[in-house]
């Protein structure tokens, strides 16, 4: 992925996203705009488990973060990808992922997803289709 060069803490992005894209397990998909492909707005890293797809990390490009983004919903969106990919697989729409324990509610309010314990949140079927039919129009 060429545009992974661009893609990195020097330029204001959190993870490591070269590290991500090397695990033979994992996928990263980007989430760019109709009619400019080639500005990523987020990036998500999922991989397909037996039974559920399992989100690595997820992120908004750095002027797509805090008061003054340019589009909102990029992570959302890109959690809707994830739980469409889960339907793909066979999966349900099934997916899971850590969280920081201070976005717990957050990812709760705005995902629908539910604390499994510790720091793991699930997000099942109901709440996958309510993402699928907000971001994806199809």
Same mark, same amino acid.
């Given at each position: 992925?060429a545009?992974l060069?661009?893609?990195?803490?020097?330029?204001k992005?959190? &993870?490591?996203w070269?590290?991500?894209?090397?695990?033979?397990?994992?996928?990263?998909?980007?989430?760019?705009?109709?009619?400019?492909?080639?500005i990523?707005?987020g990036?998500?890293?999922?991989?397909?488990?037996?039974? !559920?797809?399992y989100m !690595?990390l997820?992120?908004?490009?750095? &002027?797509?973060? /805090?008061?003054t983004?340019?589009?909102? $919903?990029v992570?959302g969106?890109?959690?809707? &990808?994830?739980?469409?990919? %889960?339907?793909q697989? $066979?999966?349900e729409?099934?997916? %899971?992922?850590?969280?920081?324990s201070?976005?717990?509610e957050?990812y709760?309010?705005?995902?629908?997803a539910? !604390?499994? /314990? $510790?720091?793991?949140?699930?997000?099942?079927?109901k709440?996958?289709?309510?993402?699928? %039919?907000?971001? &994806?129009k199809?």
């Open positions: 992925m545009d060069k661009t893609i990195t803490k020097k330029n992005w959190l &993870f490591d070269k590290f991500e894209h090397k695990q033979p397990e994992r996928e990263v998909y980007k989430l760019t705009i109709l009619g400019n492909p080639t990523i707005q990036l998500i890293c999922l991989e397909v488990k037996a039974d !559920h797809v !690595h997820v992120e908004n490009a750095p &002027f797509n973060k /805090g008061n983004k340019v589009y909102a $919903g992570a969106n890109l959690v809707a &990808f994830a739980c469409r990919l %889960s339907f697989r $066979g999966h729409g099934n997916i %899971s992922f850590l969280s920081k201070q976005l717990i957050h709760e309010k705005t995902l629908g539910f !604390h499994f /314990g $510790g720091r793991v949140m699930i997000i099942e079927t709440a996958a289709l309510k993402l699928i %039919s907000r971001y &994806f199809n």
